[in-house]
């Protein structure tokens, strides 16, 4: 159709990554060709069809989500570049997602599985996923003049949402990094490289690195991937009492609250929040219960009062609600 032509122009216009466009219009053909009306007459109802559809189809709720996502965008074209007359009928039709925790390596399994990695060139990609919090992508793009090696740092072009950044590597990665390139015999630009068969000598895909991880997490016993990689940099450092900001800035997040899912993780510093927390109100909850004691009854909280020699011949004192109230005392005749 030619819209959906003029449509994969305009999102070209706007500098789309080719894998962005490549999966926006693939969900349009497959919404155009279930569609048994015209475009401009496509109402929530036909919406609606269409996600009982891809929940025929076994769709998880995400990539619906993201089919929902992406006629969204396409219907606000039509209607302000296309000028149809027509409101956006995916309005206010959504699909209720989990949130499930990020998942992240422990620090005993982080150990197992790099003991596993004996490839310098893997050990060496994966530990920029660990330590510096890289992106698969991002890590199968990466060219040898993008690492500063004086300076520690490696810069990331047109990362996530075509940002560049700039991220620091640690020292056992940078050993990684240099051990591997001490080996390398290509003088080819990227920087990781396929080492065995027809492609030997270019750059290596990104599938290519989650088929290694898949191996090194079947070889280990661990359910390990890229992502939890970098999942495991973000919690080790929010651990290590890094700045949100700070995390932010390093994973390439666009916005905080993205970052912030790191927070909702079991992690050493909500636990130590917690008890410092705690003890500040477990403290000042006691100083209040001393002042309320001693208002009612002139004395401390747990404070015994002696008895009267008197009372001590001939009565008996009997406690009220253990000490926080006033006491009573009860008259008793001695028996002869």
Not at 41 to 69: F, M, N, S, W
Not at 173 to 178: D, G, I, K, Y
Not at 298 to 322: D, Q, T
């Amino acid at each position: 159709m030619e819209i959906i032509e003029r449509y994969r122009r305009s999102l070209k216009r706007k500098n789309y990554s080719p894998v962005t466009l490549k999966n926006y219009l693939n969900r349009i053909d497959r919404f155009v060709l279930w569609l048994n009306v015209p475009l401009k007459d496509t109402t929530r109802g036909e919406i609606g069809a269409y996600v009982d559809h891809l929940l025929r189809k076994r769709l998880c709720p995400k990539t619906i989500a993201c089919h929902l996502q992406t006629l969204h965008v396409f219907f606000e074209y039509l209607i302000d570049e296309e000028h149809m007359p027509m409101t956006n009928p995916v309005t206010r039709v959504s699909v209720r997602l989990p949130k499930p925790l990020p998942r992240c390596l422990k620090d005993g399994e982080t150990e197992k599985l790099l003991a596993v990695i004996k490839d310098p060139r893997d050990k060496a990609m994966f530990m920029l996923m660990l330590r510096s919090g890289l992106r698969v992508n991002e890590v199968a793009h990466l060219t040898i003049d993008a690492v500063d090696y004086r300076r520690r740092q490696i810069f990331v072009y047109s990362g996530k949402g075509a940002r560049d950044r700039v991220v620091y590597v640690s020292d056992d990665a940078l050993n990684a990094l240099t051990n591997y390139l001490e080996k390398r015999l290509s003088k080819a630009k990227g920087l990781f490289l396929v080492q065995k068969g027809p492609l030997t000598g270019t750059s290596i895909s990104v599938r290519g690195i989650q088929k290694r991880i898949e191996y090194y997490a079947k070889k280990s016993g661990l359910k390990a991937s890229c992502h939890r990689l970098r999942h495991t940099f973000a919690t080790q450092l929010l651990n290590a009492d890094t700045d949100l900001a700070t995390i932010q800035d390093l994973l390439g997040h666009e916005h905080i609250t993205t970052t912030q899912r790191y927070c909702r993780v079991a992690n050493l510093k909500v636990q130590r929040d917690y008890y410092k927390a705690m003890e500040t109100v477990l403290k000042r909850t006691q100083a209040e219960e001393d002042k309320r004691v001693h208002m009612n009854t002139g004395r401390r909280s747990g404070e015994v009062i002696p008895l009267h020699p008197r009372e001590e011949a001939g009565y008996e004192s009997i406690e009220a609600n253990e000490g926080e109230r006033r006491w009573r005392t009860v008259r008793r005749m001695k028996r002869n």
